[in-house]
């Protein structure tokens, strides 16, 4: 029983590289998201996907671009990686009006 | 806007003790409430969630939180804490019709042996 996995787990990037970071889950739900956390902050939303074929920013998009490959698949790609991008990315699932997400592991990057 | 405010940082209690965490929601309709925890590495498991109805609520690990309206406050509480309760714990809420969380900061926990 996977749920939600992610990779890689960890990463180290140099500034201005490029980098995919994927989501995957069995559990046939319609929507995915991706979450950073930041110490003393929370989870901020990045993107989410309320459905297959759909994509929406969240509270902090800036820098990131997402594609929802299928209803499986949700990928966060950072194009030109910068220090502020240093976090712990978290990938969730949920399906339904009670929105009770379901988390990966996380993938923990540093870009240097 | 809605927002949710975890306003401890980090409580340290005894290992036997009684814990409440505290959490405050700001918005004028009842939103749906959760409580998540997070172990150090992992990511983040559902401890029990509020929609409607009793306004106590059960959920995993002995965990249990209160809906207060009038204090738009949903407070988890725990008789007695073990030391792998340590861990950060964050509540959540979220329109009925948005699909969204909103998350709070977080509270961290540790066990005093």
């Known amino acids: 029983n996977a749920g939600v996995t992610q990779t890689p787990k960890f990463q180290v990037l140099k500034t201005g590289q490029s980098m995919t970071l994927q989501c995957a889950q069995d559990?046939?739900?319609?929507?995915m998201y991706w979450y950073r956390q930041d110490p003393g902050m929370g989870l901020r939303l990045i993107y989410y996907s309320a459905s297959e074929g759909t994509t929406d920013k969240g509270e902090v998009p800036n820098g990131y671009n997402v594609s929802r490959l299928n209803k499986r698949e949700f990928s966060l790609r950072l194009e030109s990686a910068a220090p502020s991008q240093t976090s712990v990315y978290f990938c969730?699932?949920?399906?339904?009006?009670?929105?009770?997400?379901?988390f990966g592991a996380g993938t923990r990057l540093s870009v240097l | 806007a809605q927002s949710v405010t975890q306003p401890d940082i980090h409580i340290t209690v005894s290992e036997g003790a009684s814990l409440e965490l505290r959490c405050n929601y700001s918005?004028?309709?009842?939103?749906?409430l959760f409580w998540y925890v997070q172990s150090p590495g992992q990511g983040l498991q559902l401890l029990l969630k509020y929609f409607s109805g009793d306004t106590l609520v059960q959920g995993i690990k002995g965990f249990e939180a209160e809906f207060k309206r009038s204090q738009s406050s949903f407070n988890l509480r725990k008789p007695s804490v073990h030391w792998s309760d340590a861990a950060e714990y964050f509540c959540a809420s979220k329109y009925s019709s948005a699909s969204k969380i909103i998350f709070g900061s977080g509270t961290r926990l540790s066990i005093r042996p």
């Open positions: 559990m046939n739900h319609n929507s």
């Open positions: 918005y004028g309709a009842t939103p749906y």
């Open positions: 969730a699932s949920s399906e339904g009006v009670e929105n009770i997400q379901y």
